[in-house]
């Protein structure tokens, strides 16, 4: 079943428990900075790895030390669902162990 988008108000509820975050143009986005290129290109393979797992995938955009992300839900849309809080909440919780900031 197609997930349903979230309201401003749930959005904002959601941005509030993820620090960094925020919502422009429709997406959640996000920019990582490393400690180095190497540390960007670990963090982007980490993602697609959970990407692949939930089956939902963001925007990456690597730049030498750093890695932006951005994401919303391409079935119904464009908007922003549940699917997208789940995965940047799943992209805050590996991004310290990688030195991102
Ligand atoms: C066939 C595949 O399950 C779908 O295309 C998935 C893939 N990844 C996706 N990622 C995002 N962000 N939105 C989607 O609707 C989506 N759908």
Do not use: C, F
Not at 11 to 17: H, N, S, T
Not at 42 to 61: G, K, P, S
Not at 66 to 95: C, I, Q, Y
Request: glycine fraction near 8%; charge should be negative; hydrophobic fraction near 45%.
């Amino acid at each position: 079943m197609a997930p349903k988008p979230l309201t401003g108000q749930e959005i904002e509820e959601a941005l509030a428990g993820l620090p960094g975050w925020a919502h422009e143009d429709g997406r959640l986005v996000r920019e990582y900075a490393l400690p180095g290129h190497l540390a960007a290109v670990a963090l982007l393979v980490h993602i697609a790895t959970v990407q692949e797992e939930m089956d939902h995938h963001a925007d990456l955009t690597l730049t030498y030390n750093r890695l932006g992300v951005a994401v919303n839900t391409h079935s119904v849309g464009g908007k922003v669902t549940e699917l997208d809080v789940r995965l940047a909440r799943r992209v805050e919780e590996m991004a310290p162990a990688h030195g991102a900031s």
